[in-house]
Every structure is written in structure tokens, then in C-alpha cells.
């Protein structure tokens, strides 16, 4: 039977859209794979420090896809004042990204302990910006770090940044293992998560053997992905659609050392029409991708519609030197948006 499933068009909080010749070939490309909203991080070169830096990079992307609505992130700091914090809020500014030192593509500026952060954590929460956090322990840390437990070992520390923030918003970005999910599940209405298609997916094993399914946090254990399919099946409204989509260029990953990304832009409400159908829970992939990320970013509804259609389609090889997720493999669905 044919199955056609009518929904939203996808709100994706947590996109990587770059810079130059690169932001031009992959902006165009997010309404294609059915988003209409995206929330874009501030990890560029160099990254997005201010309001102004915001709306420059904004009109920017706007330049690229006047359809599309983009929702700005600035990198935190520590430096970042009161004035700077109300302004970013006055100007748009949604959540400000928190990187640790040192832990994905363009943290160098990251942090390197909450500290120094807490007169920052203070005004976010008293002018309601959103806390968006890439959870991972840096290896300087003196607590036998690895790729594999990096997630699991910062949680005490998100633990603690609640406790002592219990009305700042976070949310624990593209969540990769079950200590994650029971921590989300555990805490506050004020905390959140965003999942990922391809944490969806992958297991150790994927990246392991091919670098195109390298991303930071990597996938973990069957386990793992096993609680993150779990919530999705649930319908649990603490977590949401945050693609994560890295695009990096074929020589930075076809190498010995390759980048961390992977890019889902292109067909991003496929990969999941296809995941939630074999997983038996297509019905929930319209919460997940339009409902709960809005709801807590109190956002009103996107008026764009995307059709998923159960026909089978390949995914191509690249998209101007970017391969795709699963390039080359058989999706389930192919989709029409209405532009
Ligand atoms: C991201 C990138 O390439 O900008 N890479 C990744 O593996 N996810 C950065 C990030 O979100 O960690
Ligand atoms: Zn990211």
C-alpha cells in the first residue's frame, strides 16, 4: 500500500551551514531536504562572537535561500557582558552554543571550565537565552577520556550547571548515548535534547570502517543508539530534530586524519522518513521534527508543507564534493515541498 504522509516542514535546530563556496552549494539545499526553519551554529572561521556578527552572517544565508527562515546562535564566552547578552536577545539571538575546548571542528575558542561562565549563565537565564551545549569532556581533564565516554563523563558537570540554573534553558545537543537520554529524561521541563538521523543509525562499527560516518560525539554502542530510538519511538516531547549536518569537502574526509561531520542537509526529512518507518513509529516523525523543538524554543508552527511519499530512491554519490549520509544507499521515501 502507498503510504504519503503530509506534515510541516521540518524545524532542524542544530545545522552547520559554513562559509564562502561551501554556504552557497549547501544553503539552497535545506528546503530540498524539507526544513523550512534552521537553527545555525556559530562555529565558523571566524566564529559568530556578536549580535552584529549574527546578523551579518543572517543576511547573509538569507542571500542564499530567501525562503528560508534562519534562526542565529552566537559562541559563548566568557567575556560576553550584560549589554552584549541583552542586546544578542534584543536582536533575535535565540541560544548561545557552548563548546568545550578542543572537542569538534572549530572549538579552539571553546571553554574550558563553567567557572568563569556563571555571571554569563546568570544573564542568559534573567534575559531567557537559550543554553545550547556540545556535551563532551575535553581529553585535558585528567578523567581517561576517550571518544566513547566523553558524553557520559560531562553529565555530572550539566548537573550541576542546573542545579545552580534551574530556569535557564538548555539543551544537551545531538545525544549519542543512553547515560545522555536518562539524563534528559531525568531532569527539568527547562532541559532538552536534540537527536541527530544518523545517531539514529550508527554504531561504533559504521565509523569505525568508514570515515564518512565519523562525527563528534561519534556514534556509540548498539545499546546507545538503541535508548535514542527508544525516546523517538515514545514520542518523547524532551527531545527533537537537530540534524547536526556537518558538510566538510571530500579531501578533508577521504584523508588519514579525516574532519568530523556528516552531512544529512540534502535529504534530511528522507533519512528520517525511512528510519522512523522501519522502526514501526512514522506517526511520531512529525512531533519530532515540527512540534516539540518549537514548542520549547516557543516558536509558532511552520505554514510550509512537505509530502513524504513511500518510493524508493538513491542517494547520490555528492553534492558539489560533499558526500551525503549513506551515499549510495536505498531510501524508502522521496519528497515533494512545497515551496
Ligand atoms: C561539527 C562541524 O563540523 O562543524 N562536526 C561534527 O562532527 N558534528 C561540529 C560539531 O557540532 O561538533
Ligand atoms: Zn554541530
Not at 531536504?33 to 546578523?55: E, F, H, I, Q
Not at 578542543?102 to 549563565?121: A, I, K, Q
Request: with cysteine.
Amino acid at each position: 500500500m502507498e503510504k504519503t504522509l503530509i506534515i510541516p516542514a521540518a524545524d532542524d535546530f542544530h545545522v552547520h551551514l559554513r562559509q564562502g563556496d561551501l554556504l552557497k552549494n549547501v544553503v539552497p539545499l535545506v528546503i530540498s531536504g524539507g526544513a523550512a526553519r534552521v537553527m545555525v551554529m556559530p562555529n565558523t572561521t571566524p566564529p559568530v562572537y556578536t549580535s552584529l556578527d549574527a546578523a551579518d552572517y543572517k543576511s547573509e544565508l538569507q542571500k542564499s535561500a530567501p525562503q528560508t527562515e534562519f534562526l542565529m546562535t552566537m559562541y559563548l564566552k566568557s567575556t560576553l557582558t550584560e549589554t552584549e547578552i541583552k542586546a544578542a536577545k534584543n536582536n533575535g539571538v535565540l541560544a548561545l552554543k557552548l563548546y568545550p575546548k578542543g572537542v569538534t571542528t572549530n572549538s579552539e575558542e571553546g571553554v574550558s571550565g563553567f567557572e568563569d561562565l556563571y555571571p554569563v549563565f546568570e544573564n542568559m537565564q534573567e534575559y531567557g537565552l537559550v543554553l545550547s551545549i556540545h556535551g563532551e569532556l575535553p581529553y585535558d581533564t585528567g578523567q581517561n577520556i576517550c571518544v566513547m565516554n566523553a558524553e557520559e563523563k560531562f553529565l555530572p558537570y550539566l548537573t550541576k550547571l542546573h542545579k545552580d540554573f534551574p530556569s535557564l534553558k538548555i539543551v544537551l545537543e545531538h545525544v549519542s548515548s543512553k547515560a545522555a537520554v536518562d539524563f534528559i529524561k531525568n531532569s527539568g521541563p527547562e532541559v532538552a535534547a536534540t537527536i541527530t538521523p544518523h545517531h539514529l543509525e550508527l554504531t561504533v562499527d559504521d565509523w569505525a570502517r568508514n570515515f564518512h560516518n565519523y562525527c563528534k560525539p561519534v556514534a556509540k554502542y548498539p545499546e546507545d543508539r538503541e535508548a535514542l530510538r527508544q525516546v523517538v519511538i515514545e514520542g518523547n516531547s524532551k527531545f527533537f530534530l537537530g540534524s547536526d549536518s556537518a558538510p566538510h569537502l571530500k579531501s578533508k574526509k577521504d584523508i588519514a586524519k579525516p574532519a568530523a561531520g556528516i552531512f544529512t542537509t540534502p535529504l534530511l526529512m528522507v533519512y528520517l522518513a525511512d528510519t522512523f518507518d522501519r522502526l514501526g513509529c512514522l506517526d511520531k516523525l512529525k512531533d519530532f521534527s515540527s512540534t516539540f523543538g518549537r514548542t520549547f524554543y516557543d516558536l509558532p508552527e511552520n505554514k510550509k508543507t512537505i509530502k513524504l511519499i513511500k518510493e524508493e530512491q538513491v542517494v547520490p554519490d555528492e553534492y558539489n564534493g560533499i558526500v551525503p549520509f549513506r551515499a549510495g544507499e536505498i531510501l524508502s521515501f522521496r519528497i515533494e515541498v512545497d515551496v
